[in-house]
């Protein structure tokens, strides 16, 4: 034990004078996102959830503690998080923290919120994992009360594996304060607030009891589907996943992604909501869940190689717009000019306005029911 002191007291009076040891924790937490400044997609600090930090101008004006190429995205930006980017924006973050640079000597790389367009977070994840109906209070959502308490009692007895499936990134993908388009002649679009675990290392046939270590962090993300099917008649009539999840902004991400050491345990202190035009429709805790998020990262590594920035999203609540058009007087799909509202506690909210497509050259749309000029064989 001697030696060992003697060792840390050599090495600190050996240190040049006026070098001070980095900081290993920022004096306020910080989220990251994607903004467009200037007039180009660039990754961004924010504080408070109401100041953008351009990462790139604060690393060439901030003093060098750590030197550390910009990250290209937010891609590049999660591979090298714990390869000297965390540590230079902890100095970033205490530099802005010192002699109140965040309120009355603000430098020109922080940005107010409301100044910048704030951008989907991750420009594109590779793969989108969402579960389907893994929350008790989603199954049978649509049927007697008597008929979802057989429904979920007999899923409690026998959980088996997770459902996922894959969403689209480009074209999906949306950022907050984009618009979620209803394609032309369809009348079935649905709501579905979900928590997005964005992952930071490669993962292959990860075990649920360290699935935690290879998450990056946290994001708000809402499964937008149409209910409507496909046509009748040809191969696999009724449901299809495809025309469900695939359409054109569809998959609502963001405002920001918080690092994990920000927000916790998401299996204790989870809570998403969404609202339709200001009416709570959706309100979920984690203990709802049927797989952990855990268990999901298990099973999607198992079947496919997850790697840095693709995202799972944690499957939704009762609440939405198919169960409760069939189970409460006066719910309805969504309608263009309405605004979602998603948000998760400790991460933050996306406010989607609604809009309808208008219509395509001949009229053809997506040639899906009930669009009148379907081409019949």
């Known amino acids: 034990m001697r030696l060992i002191s003697a060792i840390v007291l050599v090495l600190t009076l050996a240190m040049p ?52 190429a910009t990250p290209r995205d937010m891609i590049d930006l999660i591979e090298r998080y714990d390869a000297g980017l965390r540590t230079r924006f902890v100095e970033i973050v205490n530099y802005l923290a010192a002699n109140n640079r965040l309120t009355t000597a603000r430098p020109a790389f922080v940005h ?16 989108i994992l969402n579960a389907a109906v893994n929350f008790y209070s989603h199954v049978n959502e649509a049927g007697t009360p008597e008929e979802q308490a057989a429904a979920r009692r007999q899923r409690r007895e026998q959980r088996g594996v997770p459902y996922l499936f894959l969403k689209p990134g480009r074209g999906a993908v949306v950022g907050n304060g984009d618009n979620v388009v209803i394609p032309w002649g369809r009348d079935r679009i ?17 075990d649920a009891k360290s699935a935690q270590d290879f998450v990056f962090g946290y994001t708000v993300t809402i ?46 202190n989870l809570r998403q909501t969404l609202s339709v035009g200001g009416k709570l429709l959706q309100e979920a805790r984690a203990g709802d869940m049927i797989h952990s998020l855990w268990e ?26 198919a169960g409760s058009a069939q189970t409460r007087t006066g719910s309805r799909f969504l309608k263009p000019g309405e605004v979602l509202e998603a948000s998760i506690d400790g991460i933050g909210t996306l406010r989607m306005p609604v809009v309808g497509e208008a219509q395509p050259p001949g009229g053809t749309g997506a040639r899906l029911p009930p669009v009148a000029s379907y081409r019949k064989p």
């Open 17 to 68: 004078a006026g070098v001070a040891q980095t900081p290993s924790k920022p004096a306020e937490p910080y989220k990251v996102g994607t903004f467009e400044i200037n007039k180009a997609p660039a990754v961004g600090l924010v504080l408070r959830d109401s100041l953008i930090v351009d990462i790139n101008a604060a690393n060439t004006a901030v003093p060098a503690g750590t030197k550390v």
């Open 112 to 127: 107010d919120v409301k100044s910048v367009k704030t951008m989907a977070p991750i420009l594109y994840p590779s793969k």
């Open 190 to 206: 649905d709501w579905e607030v979900e928590l997005g675990a964005v992952i930071g290392r490669t993962a292959k046939y990860v």
């Open 223 to 268: 499964d937008v589907s149409d209910r409507g099917g496909r046509p009748p008649g040809g191969y696999g009539s009724g449901s299809d996943w495809f025309v469900g999840k695939g359409h054109d902004t569809f998959a609502p991400q963001g405002p920001w992604i918080v690092p994990k050491e920000f927000y916790g345990d998401p299996m204790q």
């Open 296 to 321: 999901l990262i298990e099973y999607g590594s198992s079947i496919v190689t997850l790697f840095p920035g693709d995202v799972i999203n944690n499957g939704t609540s009762g609440g939405t717009a």
